[in-house]
């Protein structure tokens, strides 16, 4: 993982806030921190940006893209569908993207689940202790996806 730093001044007539815009838009972003900081000379926003090397960018772009729709039952893509949506919202409370949270591929193996789970969770390829002790209350807590799960089984 690599780091970039930007210090944008209060005052900045926009140059600095759009090459930072740039950089956010065209760089796999894991983390950015911010922080407004005063010196004597005025006000700035610091922000720290971790993203994926390019490395990582070129192997994750060459992989097919599955369509979830086809390859899931329908009771099971709505459930996929409903995991979505809780994705996007805690990615937009956490301030992070929302592959961050769960990738699809996640999403998809926790949306054939009978009922998801701590341990159930920890089962799915790509989800690990650190994921599910950010992340699993978001959908464990909601009732909405493991009240139909005997559905989708």
Not at 48 to 74: G, H
Not at 81 to 105: H, N, P, Q, Y
Request: with cysteine; charged share 25%; glycine share 6%.
């Amino acid at each position: 993982m690599q780091i970039k730093l930007f210090t944008i001044s209060i005052g900045d007539g926009g140059a600095a806030l759009q090459e930072m815009n740039l950089f956010l838009k065209t760089h796999k972003i894991m983390e950015v921190e911010q922080k407004l900081t005063s010196t004597k000379n005025g006000a700035n926003w610091c922000f720290c940006a971790r993203f994926l090397e390019e490395a990582f960018n070129v192997a994750t772009a060459s992989r097919p893209k599955v369509d979830y729709r086809q390859a899931l039952d329908e009771p099971t893509f709505r459930k996929f569908a409903r995991l979505r949506e809780i994705r996007k919202k805690v990615a937009a409370a956490e301030g992070l993207s929302a592959f961050i949270v769960f990738t699809d591929e996640e999403l998809a193996g926790l949306a054939k689940l009978d009922e998801i789970t701590i341990n159930s969770m920890l089962g799915i390829k790509g989800i690990g202790e650190k994921k599910v002790e950010r992340f699993a209350h978001y959908f464990i807590e909601n009732p909405e996806i493991n009240e139909t799960a005997g559905a989708v089984a």
